[in-house]
């Protein structure tokens, strides 16, 4: 059975700090996908990694790929309030996409 | 604005009813998704659709069953409720049948609670 695994699945942290969301997956996948769920609301698309040493950053936020570790990380760098959500990784197989248990993060002012 | 919309945003409804939840993907998307979302059971996959034609089934039971019209809407109808049942249903769509290389685009979710 295909697992993707995030940890932490909760994380507080205070604004300024640097801090780092795991996602491991027992697929042999090359593409993983980062998503993020404000509370209440729907999932938005934050990277698409499309191969091994993929790295992706967006503002604050930095993705990359490790496939032969099976490993892809969400570095957040010097938190701000508003990125306080639920992130999500999600690997794809087999036309079905997986994804992980959710990290909640939640920035302290 | 995902472009994927949903109705309806909240549902409340009494256990062995039957419910349909109904998703518009984005124009010119020919895949829909369904997922349902749990506290206790994450994000699950249950099945997939494109141009028409069921592509994959994941984690759906049999009282639930789905499809997609030729105008590319499609509908999960889920049925004899149960407790269970009650969740965050997501539809979402992408351009390609297996979105091989390319995200999702989420709805804003159905609420259903059942009681």
């Known amino acids: 059975e295909l697992k993707v695994e995030q940890n932490p699945l909760f994380l507080s942290m205070q604004e300024g700090k640097n801090y780092t969301i795991y996602c491991n997956y027992s697929t042999t996948s090359d593409r993983l996908y980062w998503y993020r769920q404000d509370p209440g609301k729907s999932l938005e698309s934050l990277f698409v990694?499309?191969?091994?040493?993929a790295v992706k950053q967006e503002g604050r936020l930095m993705a990359s790929l490790d496939t032969k570790a099976r490993l892809s990380t969400l570095h957040i760098t010097a938190a701000v309030h508003d990125l306080s959500a639920t992130y999500f990784c999600a690997v794809d197989e087999e036309s079905q996409f997986y994804f992980g248990t959710g990290t909640s993060l939640t920035v302290i002012p | 604005d995902s472009g994927v919309t949903q109705t309806p945003k909240h549902l409340i409804t009494a256990t062995g009813q039957r419910v349909t939840l109904r998703c518009s993907p984005r124009?010119?998307?020919?895949?829909v998704y369904w997922y349902q979302q749990s506290l206790d059971q994450g994000l699950q996959f249950l099945i997939q659709y494109y141009n028409g034609e069921e592509r994959a089934k994941g984690n759906i039971l049999e009282r639930f069953s789905a499809q997609q019209f030729p105008d590319l809407h499609s509908e999960l109808n889920l049925s004899s409720l149960e407790l269970g049942d009650s969740a965050l249903y997501f539809c979402?769509?992408?351009?390609?049948?297996?979105?091989?290389?390319?995200?999702?685009?989420f709805g804003s979710g159905t609420q259903l609670s059942v009681l």
């Open positions: 124009s010119g998307d020919l895949s």
């Open positions: 979402a769509s992408s351009v390609a049948p297996s979105g091989v290389r390319e995200k999702l685009f």
């Open positions: 990694l499309l191969s091994n040493g």
